[in-house]
C-alpha cells in the first residue's frame, strides 16, 4: 500500500453461491481523486464496493482501504469513512437536525450540523421528522449523514437517484467542494454526466470485470472519440468520422450549404455504451449465449 493511494485492489472476486459476480478486478484509487465506477445494473459495482466498506466478505484477492484489509477494519478505520448507500431510506421520528447531531457525536472531528444542513439544502426542513420527507429530501439526509464525520474516503453509491435536476446540480457543487478540501471519493452512478461532471478517473465494469479504466476525458481512447459530421444530401442521412470535422464541413459547404448539418462530438454516454456493448458481445461470443 502507497500512501498515494486510499484503495488497492488486487485480484477481487466475489461469488454467491456459485455465481460469480466480481471476476478478479484490479483498480487503484488515488489519494484526493474522485473516482466513478460506471456499469450497467448487475455488473457488480455495489458488491465491489460493499467489500471494500467491508459490509461484505470477498471470495479471493487482496483489498486494502485507507491501508486496512476492510475485512479486519475496526471502528477507527471506519471514522475515517463515508458511506451512503444505495438505498437506505432513513426513516424514523428524528428530525433531519436531532439525526445529524447523533451521528456528528460518533466521529472524533465532525462537520458543523447545520452547515452540513446548508450544503445539502434542508435548511428548511431541519426540524421536521425525516419520515415526513420526500424520496428526494431523504436522500439527501443520507449524504448528509454521509459527509457529517469529514471523512477522508467518502463512498457514494448512485447518491443523486431521485434528485431533481437542480438538487443535482447542487450536489455537484457539494461534490467539487469537497474534493477541493482533499476528500477522495468513489462514486457509483447511471448518470453519465454527473460523471463526467464530477470524476477525474472512471472504470467501466460489466458482467464482474474492469472493461476499461482511465481519466474521464480519455475513456474508451482517441479513436471513439472522433467527431462525427453528419449532413443530409439528397435526402439521405451521411456521416464520416474525421479529427478535422472543420475542413470537412468547408468541402462539404463550398458545394452549397449543407442539410441539417452537424457535428457531434461522443459524449462520455455514447464512449460508454460503445464499450459496454462492445463487452457484453464479447461475453455472448465467449458463453454462446444471446444477450
Ligand atoms: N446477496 C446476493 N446473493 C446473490 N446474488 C447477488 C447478491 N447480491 C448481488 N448479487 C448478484 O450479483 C450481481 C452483481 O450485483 P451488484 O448489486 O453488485 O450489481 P450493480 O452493478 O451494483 O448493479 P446496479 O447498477 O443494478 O446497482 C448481480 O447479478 C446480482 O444479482
Redesign the pocket.
Known amino acids: 500500500m502507497t500512501t498515494q493511494n486510499v484503495v488497492e485492489v488486487r485480484g477481487l472476486t ?1 461469488s ?2 456459485g ?1 460469480e ?2 471476476r478478479g478486478i484490479d483498480l487503484d484509487i488515488r489519494r484526493g481523486e474522485t473516482f466513478a465506477l460506471l ?12 467489500i471494500l466498506e467491508g459490509y461484505r466478505a470477498r471470495t479471493g484477492g487482496e483489498v486494502r482501504v485507507l491501508g486496512v484489509d476492510p475485512a479486519h477494519g475496526g471502528l477507527a478505520w471506519k471514522a475515517r469513512l463515508g458511506i451512503v448507500l ?1 438505498s437506505t431510506g432513513e426513516q424514523g421520528t428524528a428530525t433531519v437536525r436531532e439525526q445529524l447531531r447523533h451521528f456528528a457525536g460518533f466521529y472524533p472531528n465532525p462537520r458543523d450540523v447545520d452547515e452540513v444542513i446548508a450544503a445539502v439544502g434542508l435548511d428548511e426542513k431541519a426540524n421536521t421528522r425525516i419520515a415526513k420527507l420526500s424520496g428526494g429530501q431523504k436522500r439527501r439526509v443520507d449524504v448528509a449523514l454521509g459527509i457529517i464525520g469529514r471523512p477522508e474516503l467518502l463512498f457514494l ?2 447518491p443523486t437517484t431521485g434528485f431533481d435536476p437542480e438538487a443535482r446540480r447542487q450536489f455537484w457543487r457539494l461534490i467539487r467542494q469537497l474534493a477541493d478540501e482533499g476528500t477522495s471519493i468513489l462514486l ?1 452512478t ?1 448518470y453519465l454526466d454527473e460523471a463526467a461532471q464530477l470524476a477525474d478517473r472512471a472504470g467501466i ?1 460489466a458482467r ?1 470485470e474492469l472493461v476499461a479504466l482511465g481519466a474521464v476525458d480519455e475513456l474508451g481512447g482517441a479513436d471513439a472519440r472522433t467527431p462525427i459530421v453528419r449532413w443530409v444530401e439528397r435526402g439521405v442521412v451521411r456521416e464520416e468520422r474525421t479529427h478535422e470535422p472543420g475542413a470537412l464541413v468547408a468541402r462539404l459547404a463550398a458545394a452549397g450549404e449543407p442539410e441539417r448539418l452537424e457535428v457531434i462530438r461522443p459524449s462520455l454516454e455514447d464512449i460508454y455504451l460503445e464499450l459496454v456493448g462492445d463487452s457484453a458481445d464479447a461475453s455472448a461470443t465467449a458463453e454462446g449465449t444471446l444477450v
Open positions: 466475489k454467491y453461491k455465481f459476480a466480481v456499469g450497467p445494473n448487475g455488473a457488480g459495482k455495489s458488491t465491489t464496493i460493499e444505495q453509491d448512485e457509483t447511471h465494469i464482474g
